[in-house]
């Protein structure tokens, strides 16, 4: 009796040493999945806005124009449009001369428009989806993808922009924000 008790004891230890090692190699592949899981939510949370877009973009011809929604004091200090597929910078713009500018209607490739601007004209050929990221003098900015052919497409009237969300006016666009009056984005 005392060979199995010895037996059994040997057996438990085993299944101890088994248990702990099949523990931690567990824990040490389950870091790696956890952490693509954080990584995977951290990109689809950027990546997807929690309210609605404050981009509009409208094209009439050769003639591109964003309206970033904003409150009357804000003032539109840089534009970037990067092709989102490459993540390559197409143009840059800094400080709108003109006070539509300032205000957000911004004419894309209008250098004369911009204190500058590079390059200072339009590519040849346009990505098919454009990112825009609209940078203000205060804290803060809006960014949005395009789908240029989607934009087209939807031919919106004058006046109005082609939104993720569907057409808006630039006043509806402002409406957007809560610029203190009390009034809460939707």
């Given at each position: 009796?005392?060979?199995?008790?010895?037996?059994?004891?040997?057996?438990?230890?085993?299944?101890?040493?088994?248990?702990?090692?099949?523990?931690?190699?567990?824990?040490?592949?389950a870091?790696?999945?956890a952490?693509?899981?954080?990584?995977?939510?951290?990109?689809?949370?950027?990546?997807d806005?929690?309210?609605p877009?404050?981009?509009?973009?409208?094209?009439?011809?050769?003639?591109?124009?964003?309206?970033?929604?904003?409150?009357?004091?804000?003032?539109?200090?840089?534009?970037?449009?990067?092709?989102s597929?490459?993540?390559?910078l197409?143009?840059?713009?800094?400080d709108?001369?003109?006070?539509?500018?300032?205000?957000?209607?911004?004419?894309?490739?209008?250098?004369?428009?911009?204190?500058?601007?590079?390059?200072?004209?339009r590519p040849?050929?346009?990505?098919?989806?454009?990112?825009?990221?609209?940078d203000?003098t205060?804290?803060?900015?809006?960014?949005?993808?395009?789908?240029?052919?989607?934009?087209?497409?939807?031919?919106?009237?004058a006046?109005?922009?082609?939104?993720?969300?569907?057409?808006?006016?630039?006043?509806e666009?402002?409406?957007?924000?809560?610029?203190?009056?009390?009034?809460t984005?939707?």
């Amino acid at each position: 009796m005392a060979g199995t008790t010895t037996n059994g004891a040997a057996e438990r230890r085993r299944g101890l040493k088994v248990l702990v090692i099949g523990l931690i190699a567990s824990a040490i592949l389950a870091a790696p999945v956890a952490l693509a899981f954080l990584w995977i939510k951290f990109l689809t949370v950027m990546s997807d806005p929690v309210g609605p877009g404050l981009l509009g973009l409208r094209i009439d011809g050769d003639t591109i124009t964003v309206k970033a929604a904003q409150c009357p004091a804000d003032r539109v200090r840089r534009v970037e449009l990067y092709d989102s597929e490459s993540e390559k910078l197409v143009w840059r713009a800094d400080d709108p001369l003109t006070e539509e500018g300032r205000g957000g209607l911004l004419r894309l490739w209008a250098a004369e428009e911009y204190r500058t601007s590079r390059p200072a004209t339009r590519p040849a050929e346009l990505p098919k989806q454009l990112d825009v990221l609209v940078d203000y003098t205060a804290e803060g900015g809006a960014g949005g993808v395009f789908d240029l052919a989607a934009v087209r497409a939807a031919a919106p009237p004058a006046g109005s922009y082609w939104t993720p969300e569907g057409i808006r006016t630039g006043r509806e666009l402002d409406e957007l924000l809560d610029c203190g009056g009390g009034k809460t984005a939707p």
